[in-house]
């Protein structure tokens, strides 16, 4: 196949020039003028350097936890393709390689179909500083779930929703004080138009009500089901309208009543959130 051949020609280019190991086997090499680190599932690309040991153990931790929560279970096996990451030092590099706004932080590309996998890459600007770590494993985040979804592509408010909600940032916090605001002035998209929303607005601020919406409805569900239970839903939805799913696996009458739950649940939990702030201070 063209793809498999494709992602071939990429291995057969590489020249190992030594190893190193830490908690994850990794070896390091240069290989079209970048320092690569590789390791059992991922391929670390940068011009200056190698990547950090322990960014590594952290991404192969994410991967294998993320799949113990989401697939029910690790695949048993290492991914292939790995996956490749892109560090670019400035944002106009990251521009030149992706074609993308310098003002992004990072984007993923994923090629699916035929039940698996044939492509997974990510582009993270290198300047990000304290904003790196989080934002690469928001971003391995949707690569993972490409495993749960081999077929087709991940709703876009189940991809962004479990990739936020599995954030621990400062970002988290302020989208969700964005989400709040929202609520009060019902500026929020109601569940249906969420949930068959193929992209999120270009506008920022109503943009990062989308995911902070996706990331709370994802944290409410859970509260109700297993995370295996909350993908198979997504998968249902396919095929069954969204108000019929959710009746069959969380229960709902209907999509009105699934929002009134959801709307308390995220205002009481905004709620004892502040409590227990001001407690602890």
């Excluded at 908690?23 to 390791?39: A, D, L, T």
């Excluded at 991922?42 to 190698?50: T, Y």
Aim: aromatic fraction near 8%; charge should be negative.
């Amino acid at each position: 196949m063209k793809k498999a051949h494709r992602l071939a020609m990429i291995v057969a280019c590489m020249t190992p020039l030594w190893a190193s190991s830490a908690e994850w086997s990794v070896r390091k090499y240069q290989s079209g003028g970048c320092n690569v680190s590789e390791s059992i599932s991922f391929r670390i690309f940068q011009k200056e350097g190698f990547a950090d040991a322990a960014l590594i153990d952290q991404l192969e931790s994410h991967r294998a936890s993320l799949q113990v929560k989401w697939l029910g279970g690790g695949t048993g096996r290492s991914w292939d393709p790995k996956c490749d990451i892109h560090i670019h030092a400035t944002p106009e590099e990251f521009q030149q390689a992706t074609k993308r706004s310098p003002d992004m932080l990072a984007s993923t590309l994923l090629e699916i179909g035929e039940g698996r996998v044939w492509r997974r890459q990510v582009a993270i600007r290198g300047d990000i500083q304290k904003n790196f770590t989080p934002v690469i494993l928001h971003e391995v985040t949707h690569v993972v779930l490409a495993d749960v979804f081999r077929d087709f592509q991940v709703p876009r408010w189940l991809d962004e929703g479990i990739a936020v909600a599995e954030e621990q940032s400062d970002r988290r916090a302020n989208i969700n004080r964005q989400l709040l605001e929202a609520v009060e002035v019902s500026r929020h998209s109601d569940l249906i138009e969420l949930m068959t929303m193929a992209q999120f607005p270009v506008d920022r601020t109503r943009s990062d009500v989308m995911y902070a919406q996706s990331a709370s409805l994802v944290e409410f569900l859970l509260t109700k089901k297993s995370p295996v239970a909350l993908v198979s839903f997504a998968k249902a939805c396919r095929h069954l309208s969204v108000e019929e799913s959710l009746r069959r696996h969380f229960g709902f009458n209907n999509a009105q009543e699934a929002e009134r739950a959801w709307l308390e649940w995220t205002i009481n939990t905004a709620e004892s959130s502040e409590t227990a702030v001001v407690v602890n201070q």
